[in-house]
């Protein structure tokens, strides 16, 4: 699969694990269990697709790690 798709894909997951927590957010008949599950999604989500990010960018350690000279 492309790199392009792959982040493409990645992005469409995280936008819609955040849509997901945000109406969990407000109904209050989910579960706390259920609410923890889709805020662990979200968080997968979002480190997968700066993964693809770091990978795509060639960019490694962040903001900082151009500072890094070890």
């Known amino acids: 699969m492309p790199q392009n798709s792959m982040v493409t894909f990645a992005q469409a997951r995280l936008d819609a694990a955040r849509k997901e927590v945000r109406a969990a957010a407000i ?3 989910i579960s706390d269990e259920r609410l923890l599950e889709l805020r662990a999604n979200l968080r ?3 480190v997968e697709l700066r993964k693809l990010d770091e990978k795509l960018l060639g960019k490694k350690g962040g903001l900082l ?5 070890w």
């Open 44 to 46: 997968e989500a979002d």
């Open 65 to 69: 790690g151009a500072l890094k000279f």
């Open 27 to 29: 109904d209050f008949d």
